[in-house]
């Protein structure tokens, strides 16, 4: 089990441009969770999704930024014209159904700069 | 609010000295606490949780809730221990973590 991978490890964008993160949970794992972390910062909660369904946005940005995670494939961060302070490590993490010993498995990140 | 508070951004010892590393926190419910660790150049990994009780690479955490806090302790110290570790709590909605600033721990030959 190759873990959760996230893809790219690095990202550069323009100002005005899209970044688009990628995440695919580990093997028999149907939840996924967004986490940014900003320079300084701990990771904080952006999104948690299952297949097909958002489940909890409260942590997004309420413009530009959008998640999802297709019956298919992997999920997907989607940050529209993106701005200086979206420069950041994007970490992405998966467990199965979560539980009360549920573990959380993390990715590596991707690391965003914004030019 | 939920919030979690690591006082040192870096601590260095030597290999053999106890480390300690700080986590507080504010929350008004019932709290689960985690710490995380992150060696140089792998992913975030979890190291334990309070519920667990368990003593993971030879660290231990107790959770205080009078003080409110949930330090990472480790009798003798080895240089593999150098990392970076984070402090995260889980609340009523316990998939959602929040974590600390982290603290970069050195452990020096």
């Known amino acids: 089990n190759a873990g959760v991978m996230q893809n790219p490890r690095h990202l550069v964008r323009r100002r005005g441009q899209e970044a688009r993160l990628r995440c695919s949970p580990m093997?028999?794992?149907?939840?996924v969770y967004w986490y940014r972390q900003l320079p300084e910062e701990g990771l904080k909660f952006m999104v948690y999704?299952?297949?097909?369904?958002?489940?909890?946005e409260s942590g997004m940005p309420k413009e530009r930024f959008s998640a999802e995670f297709p019956k298919e494939g992997p999920s997907i961060l989607r940050i529209q014209q993106v701005v200086r302070g979206d420069s950041a490590a994007y970490f992405c993490?998966?467990?199965?159904?979560?539980?009360?010993?549920?573990?959380?498995?993390f990715g590596q990140g991707t690391r965003l700069t914004v030019v | 609010a939920q919030r979690v508070t690591q006082p040192e951004k870096l601590l260095s010892v030597f290999k053999g000295a106890p480390v300690e590393l700080k986590c507080n926190y504010s929350?008004?419910?019932?709290?689960?606490l985690f710490w995380y660790v992150q060696y140089s150049r792998q992913r975030l990994q979890l190291l334990l949780r309070?519920?667990s009780r368990e003593s993971i690479k030879g660290f231990t955490a107790d959770l205080n809730k009078g003080e409110t806090s949930f330090h990472l302790k480790k009798p003798f110290a080895q240089e593999e221990d150098s990392a970076m570790y984070y402090c995260?709590?889980?609340?009523?909605?316990?998939?959602?973590?929040?974590f600390g600033k982290g603290t970069l721990l050195t452990v020096n030959p």
């Open positions: 309070h519920i």
């Open positions: 999704l299952q297949k097909e369904n958002i489940i909890d």
């Open positions: 929350y008004s419910g019932s709290p689960e």
């Open positions: 995260a709590l889980s609340g009523g909605s316990n998939y959602k973590l929040t």
């Open positions: 093997k028999g794992h149907s939840h």
């Open positions: 993490a998966s467990s199965p159904l979560w539980g009360k010993n549920t573990e959380a498995f």
